[in-house]
């Protein structure tokens, strides 16, 4: 019987042996460590499609030369008919989830959830990967991990022993970033491999760790990117750029983790905080061959310095363990920096995980023969000892073979290593407790609930309760560190393991230019860019003080008080009074011109009054929105102009999308409708007769970019629209052929529609666009060399305080973003002599030797009487490059009937101009106009130098584009004229 059994065992092994081979025809550099026997029979044809579509047989390993065949679970073959790493092919994101589900169905060691939708309805997918029992028992290690996650409720002997039977989650990332194609083909891959395959190192990962897998998280703009690409190959015409990816953003949306605007950072955000997963890697493709993440610094000053560690530690070993196996190019430190909080794996770092990503050479997935890469990227360097080729043949399968490779060894050393970073993650959150408990260390922030603007407060504090913040009200008026509390302040104890979060977007920044370069943002300091009053507790007494966990989100109860026919809103600057015109579209509303006193109130310009008006709309409405008005029986004596909701025509570029997105979330977010149209168009439209407001946000690095739009060259028409071939694209809007940009035609229009009568409202590129080309008069842009910025948190001074738009602003200044461009200069003559520039090219040639000397320089919010606060007056026009007024003998033409209007403009002083980030070259934007009013005509532009809506953070001045839509036909209210 015994030797039946057996001769039945030989039989079946020969029918596996028929299918399979065990070795590829190429086997990768071997080393001892990868010499594991393996029982499994794999998958010949499968195998020999990866050799045939490996073009060079340098990247490969062990790992992943090969794939085992199961009898129950389709591989990737068979469910789709092909493997990743096939030259010209992509996957729909919807077939990748579909392929998901029956590795589900069939794999007991796969199981499948939903994290939630995109904005435009499909589903962004989690599957957890691990043994059978322990997906069985899923959700006693998310308890464990729970327990781990608080030091307040685990002591180091109680962690110590839930480690012994916890186990981390590593979470794997992919397809944030559209175009970036390879990581949702090789997660494919790879779920099907950790499912089945049986050989000691993927049973470690499999059996000591939980691996979670969100294959794409950009759901929409990867069936987007997969339409645009087979109707490049299916027609041989030029394809369409990949104009939307999301219905917001494109690259931005790995911008977003700071404000938490877009749904896939709120569904990751939310798993983040439900599974508490050890590790987030996010996967990406921008550096060749792989560049593993650690950053060149300086690292953000909030992070626990055991993050730091674990980013080099799991970064050499994948680096040591593709070297050794001859792969070329893979490497760490410099890339990118590790400063700022906004990316989506830096939710782990916020939250005490461990985040992390891969740059990887692009999948294509076309082939690119004899890839060509420059001496900054092939030299060899400390950080780079083995760099890239300075030529090489690169495939789809190369992307596969080397992410994957690297994916498979960090996954096996953290399952490994599993108690090491369980224990890591217990003691970061620990010392984020202990950090504010210290005495001397901020112990806790408060934001009083008496604010100019309270409804922007509390959506602050929202912004902060959804990612796991605690929050609570004071019940009692107290003092503690100098500070006092009223009853119903909001006190944030920093004494919670979020307070790294806290930290990292409540402290002030400070960025010493000598550092490498920034690569992104470098000043983001919340309650700046919110303009919401916050206060520092430096007095562990706060601890002891009666206050009230705050168990849902914080509001502002909004209705009606007083009698009477008329109600009146007080302009205090808060976004959703912008909601309540438009809600009330039919609605007389009249806005006040000045400041003044009713009934023993206070109110100030701009404030809403409603004559007549339906109380139990208007109470209906202000209680959605959180506003208060009062209720009086007649309009006060005061100068008034008329409101009225105007006609919004929004323009944008099919060259970019990227930044208008933000201004149209704001606008969908506070119900201001608009219709949504391309620059192309413009010349076509009679856009008076159909608009009062147009909004063109910017487009481009430059004006001259965002004129040409996408080049029209060659005969073919690019279409954007939805058809059978391309059947997720013209969602937003849609053409035939979007060639061509705003253009010398679509300029004109531009200019008719001011001049009888229209406001434009615009930024960035559109201001540079618009002085160049010469619709905005007296305007002019300059490009100052000594001049060096990046996202950074600024003092803008209200120049004009009797303007509309910066009605519901207190004071004489505001904190404001800007990023190095555009610089505006206001000018009187028509054109100007040329003479030496001292500023001109070549200025900064000379090399500082002692960069350090010189460190970045911060002026506080809070401006001290002889200094900030002073007076800032306009700059002078006309000036001419050494800071004097330019001489009316270097200028002709003959001056404007009217001037543009600086509203709000850079002070004086270089000093007070930096808030929290990164200024040298101050001096170049002193006086400089920040918002300007240009009027033409009838009409009237209004160009913006900061950025009123950048991304889902600069709520606080949000408002001077919501005052400019709001007071469109009456911009000129308080100008004194000569």
């Known amino acids: ?42 998958d010949v044809e499968y195998g020999r499609l990866i050799d045939k579509h490996l073009i060079d047989k340098r990247f490969t390993t062990e790992l ?31 077939d990748i989830h579909r392929y998901y589900r029956e590795l589900a169905r069939t794999s007991p060691n796969v199981k499948y959830m939903t994290l939630g939708t995109s904005e435009e309805g499909r589903e962004q997918v989690l599957i957890a990967i691990a043994d059978e029992a322990t997906l069985a ?44 194609t390879g990581g949702p083909e090789m997660l494919i891959e790879l779920a099907y491999r950790l499912a089945v395959q049986d050989t000691p190192f993927i049973r470690d990962i499999r059996e000591k760790m939980i691996t979670f897998i969100t294959p794409v998280v950009e759901v929409d703009g990867r069936e987007k990117m997969v339409d645009t690409y087979y109707y490049g190959k299916k027609t041989g015409k030029p394809k369409p750029p990949l104009v939307y990816w999301g219905k917001y953003v494109a690259h931005d949306n790995n911008r977003d983790g700071l404000g938490q605007y877009l749904k896939l950072t709120q569904n990751i955000t939310k798993a983040m905080l439900e599974w508490r997963p050890t590790v987030l890697h996010d996967l990406h493709e921008a550096a060749s061959y792989l560049y593993t993440s650690t950053g060149t610094g300086p690292y953000n000053t909030s992070l626990d310095p055991i993050q730091t560690n674990e980013w080099w530690l799991l970064a050499e070993t994948e680096v040591m363990e593709l070297t050794k196996r001859g792969i070329p190019g893979v490497w760490t430190y410099g890339f990118y920096d590790g400063w700022v909080p906004n990316y989506l794996f830096w939710i782990a770092h916020t939250h005490n995980s461990f985040g992390r990503f891969y740059e990887v050479q692009s999948y294509g997935p076309d082939i690119q023969k004899d890839l060509k890469l420059a001496p900054s990227v092939t030299s060899r360097e400390w950080f780079r000892p083995n760099p890239p080729l300075p030529s090489v043949d690169w495939a789809p399968r190369n992307n ?38 210290k005495a001397g260390e901020i112990n806790a922030w408060v934001i009083p609930a008496q604010q100019r603007a309270p409804k922007n407060a509390t959506d602050m504090i929202n912004m902060l309760r959804q990612q ?63 303009n919401v009053e916050t206060k520092i507790i430096k007095d562990t007494a706060v601890f002891s003080q009666p206050l009230a966990p705050l168990v849902g989100d914080a509001n502002v109860t909004g209705g009606i008080t007083g009698s009477g026919s008329t109600i009146i809103f007080n302009h205090s600057g808060d976004n959703a009074l912008v909601g309540l015109r438009f809600k009330l579209k039919n609605a007389r509303i009249l806005a006040a011109e000045t400041d003044f006193t009713l009934n023993g109130k206070q109110y100030s ?22 506003l208060t008005g009062e209720a009086v029986a007649a309009a006060p004596n005061v100068a008034t102009h008329p409101l009225t909701a105007p006609r ?3 323009i944008h570029s099919w060259a970019r999308t990227q930044d208008e997105g933000w201004w149209r979330a704001a606008l969908d977010h506070y119900g201001i409708p608009y219709d949504y149209f391309a620059d192309t168009t413009l010349k076509d439209t009679n856009l008076r007769a159909k608009y009062d407001v147009l909004i063109y946000p910017t487009v481009a690095n430059n004006g001259r970019d965002q004129f040409i ?176 007024a330019e001489p009316s003998s270097r200028t002709s033409g003959s001056p404007p009937d009217r001037m543009p209007r600086v509203i709000m403009s850079f002070p004086a002083k270089s000093g007070d101009i930096l808030l929290s980030g990164m200024l040298d070259g101050g001096d170049a934007l002193t006086k400089k106009p920040l918002v300007l009013n240009v009027p033409q005509g009838k009409g009237n532009y209004v160009l913006f130098a900061l950025r009123p809506f950048w991304r889902w953070q600069t709520q606080g001045s949000y408002m001077l584009g919501f005052n400019a839509i709001l007071n469109w036909d009456h911009l000129d209210a308080g100008e004194k004229r000569p």
């Open 709 to 884: 739009g996408v080049p029209m060259n060659g005969t073919e028409k690019i279409p954007y629209k939805k058809s059978a071939l391309t059947p997720h694209l013209g969602a937003l809007d849609s053409a035939e052929d979007i060639r061509g940009g705003v253009g010398g035609a679509g300029i004109e229009a531009i200019k008719r529609f001011v001049t009888d009568g229209g406001t434009l409202i615009g930024d960035g590129s559109t201001v540079e666009m618009l002085s160049m080309f010469g619709a905005a008069p007296n305007v002019t842009v300059s490009q100052p060399s000594d001049l060096y910025t990046k996202g950074a948190i600024m003092r803008g001074m209200i120049t004009d305080p009797t303007s509309p738009i910066v009605y519901g602003y207190s004071g004489d200044q505001l904190p404001i973003y800007f990023s190095q461009a555009p610089v505006l200069n206001v000018t009187e003559a028509g054109s100007r002599m040329g003479y030496f520039d001292p500023n001109g090219p070549g200025a900064r040639l000379a090399q500082n030797v002692t960069p350090n000397a010189k460190p970045a320089t911060v002026s506080p919010w809070q401006a001290s009487v002889d200094g900030a606060a002073q007076k800032t007056e306009a700059a002078a026009t006309n000036p001419s490059p050494f800071g004097s």
């Open 468 to 530: 796991g913040v605690e929050v609570s009200r004071a019940t009692q008026k107290f003092s503690a560190g100098g500070i006092d509390v009223d009853v119903g302040d909001y006190v944030i104890r920093a004494d919670q393991p979020y307070r790294t979060l806290l930290d990292m977007y409540l402290s002030v920044q400070t960025y010493p230019v000598a550092n490498p370069r920034p690569y992104d943002d470098t000043g983001w300091t919340m309650q700046l860019m919110h």
């Open 605 to 626: 310009a701009g404030s809403f009054i409603l004559p007549s008006a339906n109380r139990a709309e208007v109470e209906r409405l202000a209680s959605q929105l959180g």
């Open 648 to 650: 919004i025509g929004y």
């Open 1 to 42: 019987m015994a030797a039946l059994t057996a001769t039945a065992l030989c039989g079946a092994a020969m029918t596996l042996t028929a299918l399979a081979q065990t070795q590829p025809s190429h086997a990768p550099s071997q080393v001892p460590s990868g010499v594991q026997p393996r029982t499994q029979a794999d």
């Open 137 to 180: 028992s899923l959700d006693d290690y998310k308890a464990k991990l729970a327990l781990l996650g608080d030091a307040r409720r685990t002591d180091a002997k109680q962690a110590a022993e839930i480690i012994k039977t916890a186990k981390p989650i590593y979470w794997v990332t992919s397809g944030i970033h559209s175009p970036e």
């Open 400 to 437: 596969t073979n080397i992410q994957q490779s690297a994916l498979l060894f960090a996954l096996n050393r953290v399952a490994n290593d599993g108690a090491m970073y369980l224990e890591n993650y217990w003691t970061k959150n620990r010392n984020a407790i202990q950090a504010g408990q």
């Open 64 to 94: 992943v030369d090969h794939m085992p065949l199961s009898e129950t679970v389709p591989s990737p073959l068979k469910f789709f008919g092909r493997i990743p790493g096939t030259p010209g092919e992509l996957t729909y994101a919807a």
